[in-house]
């Protein structure tokens, strides 16, 4: 069941949207060789404490910091612990926070010094196929036309899609209903409707789409080794157009 969120609604989510990129912000500002993932955990957890809001990861499903740390070929749902960032990596940063009973829900992949063109390339594919989905976030368009959006920006570039993972509905759950794929012919699935909020998040390897879970459980990475990369962002359906509650 999709739950659509009144106009004072969104705007709570937006408050909770705002942290959630202040705290991307705060990363983006700390990310440097010799920085541990740990570090940006902690930074993070005092940063949204500091907010009088909660972090939404903590504790979610028994996941156990307040920062999703993924390192090059983990794709997302890394935890952060003493594994130190060196020169050339990439680090996609996933945060959620809740405030006044409302999820925000956004990440961003990072460069770590100097890296790779390869690496520069898929960041920047990736972050412009999530604006490719975002623009078709609109009344009158069909689900499926942000995930086609995703899907061929990515492909056009010789990337892939992750399918194992999708993006979802967000409002007072951090997951709620619909699923929102990053690949899919287009006019398909539900039509889309003001008051809708869903969390839109393309993952994107270089190589296969094909992913593992590691060892703990969480930690997803790609199957062949390859770079992968995530950017999110919460994003209400207005009548007007997309809006962005993380940005
Ligand atoms: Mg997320
Ligand atoms: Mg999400």
């Given at each position: 069941m999709i739950v659509l969120k009144n106009d004072k609604e969104i705007e709570k989510m937006r408050r909770?949207?705002?942290?959630?990129?202040?705290?991307?912000?705060?990363?983006?500002?700390?990310?440097?060789?010799?920085?541990?993932?740990?570090?940006?955990?902690?930074?993070?957890?005092e940063y949204i404490e500091s907010e009088g809001a909660k972090a939404a990861f903590l504790g979610y499903g028994g996941f156990p910091a307040s920062i999703c740390s993924s390192v090059n070929d983990e794709v997302v749902h890394g935890i952060p612990g003493d594994r130190t960032l060196e020169e050339g990596d990439i680090i996609g940063v996933d945060v959620g926070s809740i405030v006044n009973g409302f999820y925000g829900d956004s990440a961003r992949t990072f460069e770590v010094g100097t890296v790779s063109t390869e690496a520069k390339k898929l960041l920047q594919?990736?972050?412009?196929?999530?604006?490719?989905?975002?623009?078709?976030?609109?009344?009158?368009?069909?689900?499926?036309?942000?995930?086609?959006?995703?899907?061929?920006?990515v492909e056009a570039e010789g990337f892939s899609v992750v399918r194992k993972l999708v993006g979802h509905g967000i409002g007072r759950k951090m997951h709620e209903d619909p699923q929102v794929p990053?690949?899919?012919?287009?006019?398909?699935?539900?039509?889309?409707?003001e008051g809708m909020v869903i969390a839109i998040e393309p993952m994107v390897n270089v190589g296969s789409a094909d992913?593992?879970?590691?060892?703990?459980?969480?930690?997803?990475?790609?199957?062949?080794?390859?770079?992968?990369?995530?950017?999110?962002?919460?994003?209400?359906?207005?009548?007007?157009?997309p809006d962005i509650l993380t940005s």
């Open positions: 909770s949207g705002g942290v959630v990129k202040g705290a991307l912000d705060l990363v983006s500002k700390s990310v440097k060789p010799g920085i541990t993932t740990g570090e940006l955990d902690s930074l993070v957890a594919v990736t972050e412009r196929a999530l604006n490719k989905g975002i623009e078709q976030a609109k009344p009158g368009n069909y689900l499926s036309d942000i995930s086609h959006a995703v899907q061929q920006e990053n690949y899919g012919r287009p006019g398909r699935g539900v039509l889309l409707r992913v593992r879970v590691l060892e703990d459980d969480w930690t997803v990475v790609t199957i062949d080794g390859s770079l992968s990369a995530h950017f999110e962002h919460t994003v209400a359906i207005r009548g007007d157009g």
